[in-house]
Structure formats: structure tokens, C-alpha cells
């Protein structure tokens, strides 16, 4: 039985780049890293909720041709409004935020390789409300 969301895997093309973007400016917290046979930190495993983990590994990033098949990773935040003021506040280019058909609010962003990143807030008319334990 799936119980939920176990990870999202990027390969960056600069990994300390990526920590500091996710880490250090979003607020996410290093789990634990992973290291070569020299010791040398190839990934990092990043806490990004109670049971979700953002995986990133430093490689060679080429887009495949045609679209790609992952489209973005959501964040939920509890306070929409604050969390992009801070966020652009660090200097993070955050869309507009908008109420979503699905009543939720979201605003938009990249992290330093592209990836597009929503951040979510659920309303008590969200469509998700019902499922939300």
C-alpha cells in the first residue's frame, strides 16, 4: 500500500548551488549525505516535510528531447504570503500568487537549474481539504 510521497530526485549540475538554494534559502534541512569512495559528497538527501525528501545528486543535466515527462514539485507552505515575501526577500524570483481551481493558493519558482517549484496553502475549500490528515 502506498502511504504517500517518499522522495523527488534531481540531478543539479552544481550540487552546492543546489543545497544552498534549497537549504539555505528555502529552509529545508539535510537529512544526510552521500559520498563517493573518496568521501567526497556526491548527494544529499533534503527533509522537505514529516515523511518527504528532496533527493539531488551533482551529474550532467541534458534535457531529453521532446517535453519532459516531470513537470514541477510542490511545496506545501502554511502561510503563503510570508513565505514569498521571505523568499524574495533572499532574492528568490517567486511568481504572483493566485488562487487555483482547486482553491489553493500558489506562486511560482525555479530553483538554480530550472526545475519549477510550486508553492501551495491549502484554503478550507481546497479540493484536498477533505484528504488532509
Request: glycine share 8%.
Given at each position: 500500500m502506498v502511504k504517500?510521497?517518499?522522495?523527488v530526485c534531481f540531478v543539479v549540475v552544481?550540487?552546492?548551488?543546489a543545497v544552498e538554494f534549497?537549504?539555505?534559502?528555502?529552509?529545508l534541512t539535510i537529512a544526510f549525505e552521500f559520498k563517493n569512495d573518496q568521501g567526497q559528497r556526491?548527494?544529499?538527501y533534503v527533509k522537505a516535510g514529516a515523511r518527504c525528501f528532496l533527493e539531488l545528486f551533482q551529474g550532467d543535466v541534458t534535457p531529453a528531447a521532446g517535453?519532459?515527462?516531470?513537470?514541477?514539485?510542490?511545496?506545501?507552505?502554511?502561510?503563503i504570503a510570508a513565505t514569498?515575501?521571505?523568499?524574495?526577500?533572499?532574492?528568490i524570483e517567486v511568481g504572483p500568487t493566485t488562487l487555483g481551481c482547486d482553491q489553493s493558493y500558489q506562486a511560482w519558482l525555479a530553483d538554480p537549474d530550472g526545475n519549477r517549484i510550486?508553492?501551495?496553502?491549502?484554503?478550507?475549500?481546497?479540493?484536498q481539504a477533505p484528504h488532509l490528515t
Open positions: 504517500g510521497l517518499a522522495h552544481d550540487l552546492d548551488k534549497y537549504v539555505d534559502k528555502l529552509g556526491r548527494g544529499v517535453k519532459p515527462s516531470f513537470q514541477h514539485l510542490c511545496l506545501e507552505v502554511d502561510d514569498v515575501a521571505d523568499f524574495k526577500a533572499k532574492g510550486e508553492l501551495h496553502a491549502y484554503t478550507a475549500a481546497s479540493w
